[in-house]
């Protein structure tokens, strides 16, 4: 039987899909004929976003979210059934990365802990809850997680990222068995991407400068910069049918530094 890695005609919320690996991904599911909805908290590049995808032949809505708020999570779900009608897949990826500072765990700021943890862990929680009761209706429904290695491997100098990169794993597992309980005749799989240390705006405002990544690419097996792209393809299997009866899966794509 042939298996096709194909979302055309289904209806995929990227969170934090208005720049970045989120922009990357909402642009790959939406060049393979996904309805991307593109929630993000700055509404001027998520409606950048969906316009170009449209520009492009695609077809997406933009949806300002702010995923801390359980409202705003709610209002991002209802936009989304009201356009469409259904919500096949859920990509949580909108997190707390660019322009923190890092430093040693006991001079982190306090505030900064509670957004990283707010966006990070609470706002996954939040777009499940919003998402994943239309999913059970439906009888069938994908989540996707957006973590990190540095859950893995450890990473000085940005507890409060790395904790939070480690909490979506566990929910991850954790959600998976739920959907077992919750939702036994259904289809509903949660996984979860854990990209390695990836080239984009957000990675440079932390670490300088390319040249500061140079020991992590030495670990890697694959010797050049990881960039959005690369992560695409994982998201779109992800989302797929030809994913269909994985879940509770986390699928590392660093470039062979963490082996998990």
């Known amino acids: 039987m042939a ?3 194909s979302v055309k005609d289904k209806v995929v919320i990227v969170t934090g899909g208005g720049q970045g690996i989120g922009k990357a991904y909402a642009e790959t599911l939406a060049a393979d004929g996904a309805k991307v909805v593109v929630a993000e908290i700055n509404a001027e590049n998520a ?3 969906a316009k170009a995808i449209k520009g492009s032949g695609g077809e997406a809505i933009a949806v300002q979210t702010d995923v801390a708020k359980i ?3 709610q209002n991002m779900a209802k936009a989304t059934l009201d356009k469409y009608g259904r919500i096949d897949a859920l990509v949580n990826n909108a997190a707390v990365y660019y322009g923190l500072k890092p430093a040693p765990f006991w001079d982190l700021d306090e505030a900064d802990w509670d957004r990283v943890m707010s966006v990070n862990i609470k706002g996954i ?3 499940c809850k919003a998402v994943i009761p239309q999913m059970i209706k439906q009888g069938k429904g994908k989540v996707i997680n957006v973590s990190s290695t540095t859950a893995f491997i450890g990473a000085p100098f940005t507890l409060h990222y790395v ?3 480690g909490a979506v794993i566990a929910m991850t597992r954790s959600l998976c068995k ?6 036994p005749e259904g289809e ?3 996984n979860a991407i854990a990209p390695g240390l990836t080239f984009s705006e957000a990675t440079l405002s932390i670490i300088g400068s390319p040249e500061m990544a140079q ?4 670990q890697q097996t694959l010797k050049r910069q990881e960039v959005p792209a690369d992560l695409a393809g994982a998201v779109l299997y992800l989302c797929s049918d030809a994913s269909d009866f994985m879940s509770g899966h986390i699928m590392v794509v660093d470039g062979g530094v963490s082996l998990y």
Do not use: F, H, R
Not at 178 to 183: N, T, V
């Open 188 to 190: 509903i799989t949660v």
């Open 47 to 49: 409606a950048a976003v």
């Open 71 to 73: 409202d705003s999570a």
């Open 178 to 183: 739920e959907m077992a309980l919750l939702a």
């Open 215 to 218: 020991p992590y690419l030495q």
């Open 3 to 5: 298996v096709s890695i």
């Open 125 to 127: 929680w939040n777009c």
């Open 163 to 165: 904790a939070s990169k």
